[in-house]
């Protein structure tokens, strides 16, 4: 029985001598924390540079900036009303587009739940908008849930950038688009 105890913690010497490196710590083995993923940022910025845009640059583009929510909350936020005010100087200017907005949210939550969320988030842009006098026939809301993320950044600012509302400017006919 001795033997084998000692063949065991020979063995067991041999496999960590084998495993030991030169003492060197090499820079790729030190564990890291994830670097904010950097479409966060690049959002950001085209969501700066678009809420810019005029009423005639917005036409012109057909690019819109996403709105993005505070967590589960469906009241657009303050900072959205200029750029839907601009944005029905442009359905009111140009009568043939036609607006697709989609709503999204973040990972947190029931799956239902989230396609919900999306939906009144949509929803409450395109009521804002029809009070305005934009036609509710040139409007349609589609909700993606948590299925559409920008980004798998879970962190708070990466969550953040999920719960957005993104708007689709069309000239094609609806038959087309659905």
């Not at 067991?12 to 003492?23: E, I, R, T």
């Not at 479409?39 to 012109?60: G, V």
């Not at 908008?129 to 509710?136: D, E, F, H, M, Q």
């Not at 349609?140 to 957005?164: A, F, M, Q, V």
Request: charged share 25%; hydrophobic share 40%; proline share 5%.
């Amino acid at each position: 029985m001795k033997i084998w105890k000692y063949m065991a913690v020979m063995l067991g010497a041999v496999l960590l001598a084998a495993c030991a490196s030169d003492g060197e710590v090499k820079e790729a083995d030190i564990p890291r924390l994830p670097e904010r993923d950097p479409i966060i940022r690049i959002e950001a910025e085209r969501n700066a540079k678009l809420f810019k845009q005029s009423p005639a640059q917005m036409a012109e583009s057909m690019q819109l900036p996403d709105i993005t929510y505070k967590f589960d909350s469906i009241r657009p936020p303050d900072y959205a009303y200029e750029f839907l005010d601009k944005l029905v100087t442009v359905m009111q200017t140009y009568p043939s587009l036609k607006l697709v907005i989609e709503g999204n949210t973040d990972i947190v939550g029931d799956k239902d739940y989230n396609y919900w969320l999306g939906a009144a988030r949509a929803s409450a842009m395109k009521s804002y908008l029809v009070s305005r006098g934009i036609l509710a026939d040139r409007i349609r809301i589609h909700s993606y849930g948590s299925d559409r993320p920008l980004t798998l950044d879970t962190s708070k600012e990466g969550r953040h950038t999920n719960r957005r509302v993104h708007f689709v400017l069309t000239t094609r006919e609806w038959n087309s688009v659905y």
